[in-house]
């Protein structure tokens, strides 16, 4: 590190358990941050100020009136412009240290699986089910960590996705693909500072363990429920029917 590096980042450290080799690793780092709304906006803010070295940003919409009630990384000037280019020059900004990639088209199939290998650590903060069994399969795949959060209405929730252990629970470990009906805050709203809350989780969890810091949410899910300022934690457990799981298991020999 340079000295407007150390400057920068004297913060992260003097922190115990981070310090100035968990920062190197953030330096060195390249995340994929799949939706820049509203938890994507504080994942890719913090992670911008935070120094993770590479971003790659993932959106395929544009910037309309309706997000700037919790979509912090956009302003009215930037109505209209897609979210990815957007979110790109507030993060500029923010760190210009910190290089962007650009990805504004629909991950899916072999778009998806070459998005996924090219990162360390995949930020999922898109809103339908489809992508986020997907992103788990491709994660799963290519032993990428993935970072999952949730918010609706005044409810949230973050977990984390270790690939690379093999005996590690997966997202298809804690819902299955047929199920339930999605909500959308489109439909059934939110409250703006949850998902400030809920990003900004998941971009610590991200950092916790690109940096092998702390005790990341791997097999552990943290709900947040804001009407009543209660968090709690539950444990879970791989599913021993998951077919990811399996063939993770089946690729390691196992």
């Not at 994929?32 to 100020?49: D, E, F, H, R």
């Not at 609706?152 to 997966?170: E, L, M, N």
């Not at 005790?215 to 947040?224: E, H, Q, T, V, Y």
Request: with cysteine.
């Amino acid at each position: 590190m340079n000295d407007d590096q150390l400057l920068r980042y004297g913060r992260h450290i003097m922190l115990d358990g981070l310090d100035y080799e968990g920062q190197e690793r953030l330096l060195s780092a390249r995340v994929l941050v799949v939706g820049l709304g509203g938890l994507g906006s504080p994942v890719a803010l913090y992670l911008a100020a935070s120094g993770v070295g590479e971003l790659h940003l993932a959106d395929f919409d544009q910037v309309d009136l309706s997000n700037l009630q919790r979509q912090v990384v956009h302003d009215q000037a930037r109505v209209g412009q897609s979210k990815v280019a957007s979110a790109a020059a507030r993060l500029h900004e923010v760190n210009p240290e910190v290089s962007l990639v650009p990805i504004e088209t629909k991950l899916a199939g072999a778009r998806l699986v070459e998005a996924v290998a090219g990162v360390d650590l995949v930020v999922d903060c898109s809103d339908n089910f489809e992508l986020r069994f997907a992103l788990n399969a491709a994660c799963a795949d290519k032993r990428v960590p993935l970072v999952s959060g949730a918010a609706i209405q005044w409810a949230g929730q973050v977990t984390v996705f270790d690939h690379r252990d093999v005996d590690a629970p997966c997202y298809r470990c804690l819902y299955r693909e047929e199920g339930g009906d999605e909500l959308r805050c489109a439909e059934t709203g939110v409250l703006s500072p949850l998902v400030g809350m809920i990003g900004s989780l998941q971009a610590a969890e991200a950092i916790k363990v690109l940096a092998g810091s702390g005790w990341p949410l791997i097999g552990r899910l943290a709900l947040f429920d804001l009407k009543d300022a209660e968090w709690r934690t539950i444990k879970y457990r791989q599913d021993p029917d998951c077919p990811i799981c399996a063939s993770r298991r089946s690729a390691k020999g196992r």
